[in-house]
């Protein structure tokens, strides 16, 4: 769970990545050890089955053996985007917390660098504010 | 075949050229016939290297050993050098592709036993820059997985100008990236691929990817996409310098591409115009 002021803040973060990047849809915090979205700020109500998906793909991306194919500093990657049907799906590993992660879903024609770099940027932030462990 | 004539074949064949770099070698008269070349083969235990000359300059070198063919180490055809020269001139484009496709089925009668080609040579750019480049191929079930790995990435190099940006299909899109670490195209990529070398990340990248189409199946249900629809995945390691590898898949094919991370927006652009 996301205790207290923490959960609030980012609820906030979510938010604000939302508000700054028009082209997200879906903004989800996610626990990569259990594998499952803990928040979520989507413009449309998206199914716990999808949501279930969602957090799966995150910690195969991250975590699972295409990562570990890859990786050679500790067997994962810290960003990864798979693009399909129109979709982009972006996952970022927090800097702070290995097992903790961003993903949004967003347009092919989002600035990804820009995107990532503002997940990331945002993971940390939750971090120094004593965010979800 | 009677013990005598046995005898005589194999001193025939022992009193063949010498190898002139080295007294592990020997040359052999390609003309002879694939028959010739696996006899060698077949009569090889310990390491040596083949010399298979075709009588007007041409000439490919085979490490053997244990009966078996273990690399192709050099090649020296007309046919064979325009590959390279194109290959060199720039990053693997469909017209390289359909010509190394040619070679190897040219090759194929030299090597019909065996799964793994490497070749090596030396790359050389029209700015002078020159880097070591390797060319692995590994035969599949059905078709060949090309595996191109310069050991250095020209710092200089540009986009490709825009007039080639309308190529399409995979080949394009390995064509306009340039710069990269290492690419590969995958045919009938649903086949299990064989071992190229252990320190190889394509390789087992592959295996991991390409058989199961990993990335297009995590966003199943995800997205109303179907079993062959186009898809981009893409890894980042900031651990690792920032190294970055991109899966990228359309029906039976894969391409799969290691690169700098700071290529990933141009790489994905060329991605969404290639799909």
Redesign the interface.
């Known amino acids: 769970m996301v205790p207290g002021s923490s959960a609030m803040a980012l609820t906030a973060y979510l938010d604000e990545i939302k508000t700054d990047f028009a082209s997200c849809e879906v903004v989800a915090y996610v626990d990569l050890g259990s594998r499952l979205v803990l928040r979520v700020n989507s413009e449309n109500a998206r199914p716990q089955e999808w949501l279930d998906r969602l957090g799966v793909a995150a910690a195969e991306m991250l975590n699972g053996e295409l990562a570990q194919s890859f990786g050679t500093a500790g067997g994962h990657s810290d960003e990864a985007m798979i693009e399909t049907g129109g979709v982009r799906f972006v996952f970022v590993r927090s800097p702070a917390d290995p097992i903790e992660a961003l993903c949004c879903t967003c347009t092919p024609d989002t600035d990804i660098e820009a995107l990532t770099a503002r997940m990331r940027d945002t993971l940390i932030r939750l971090a120094e504010t004593g965010g979800p462990a | 075949m009677t013990p005598q004539i046995h005898i005589e074949a194999s001193l025939s064949l022992l009193a063949g050229k010498s190898d002139p770099i080295g007294t592990a070698g020997r040359i052999i008269d390609g003309r002879d016939g694939v028959s010739a070349i696996v006899r060698e083969i077949d009569q090889t235990v310990l390491k040596r290297t083949l010399f298979i000359g075709n009588g007007e300059g041409g000439e490919i070198a085979l490490d053997v050993a244990g009966r078996r063919l273990l690399c192709l180490r050099s090649i020296n055809f007309p046919l064979v050098r325009r590959a390279y020269h194109r290959l060199c001139d720039k990053p693997l484009s469909e017209d390289s592709i359909d010509e190394l496709m040619d070679l190897f089925e040219l090759l194929e009668m030299f090597v019909e036993r065996a799964r793994d080609l490497t070749i090596l040579t030396e790359r050389r750019s029209s700015d002078g820059w020159a880097g070591d480049i390797g060319i692995s191929a590994a035969r599949l079930a059905e078709g060949w997985m090309l595996t191109l790995y310069p050991q250095a990435v020209d710092a200089t190099a540009q986009p490709a100008p825009a007039e080639e940006e309308d190529e399409p299909g995979l080949a394009g899109f390995l064509r306009r990236c340039d710069g990269l670490y290492s690419a590969a195209l995958v045919l009938e990529g649903d086949q299990p691929l064989s071992q190229i070398g252990d320190e190889n990340?394509l390789v087992?990248?592959a295996?991991?990817?390409a058989r199961r189409k990993?990335?297009?199946a995590?966003?199943s249900?995800?997205?109303?996409?179907g079993a062959d629809?186009?898809?981009?995945?893409?890894?980042?390691?900031?651990?690792?310098g920032g190294?970055m590898?991109a899966?990228a898949g359309c029906g039976a094919e894969t391409v799969l591409l290691m690169a700098p991370a700071d290529n990933?927006?141009q790489i994905?652009t060329m991605?969404?115009a290639a799909a």
Not at chain 2, 221 to 225: N, Q
Not at chain 2, 229 to 240: E, G, Q, T, V
């Open positions: 990340a087992a990248l295996e991991a990817s990993a990335p297009l995590l966003v249900g995800l997205v109303d996409t629809a186009p898809y981009f995945s893409l890894l980042r390691d900031m651990d690792d190294q590898m899966v990933l927006s994905s991605w969404q």
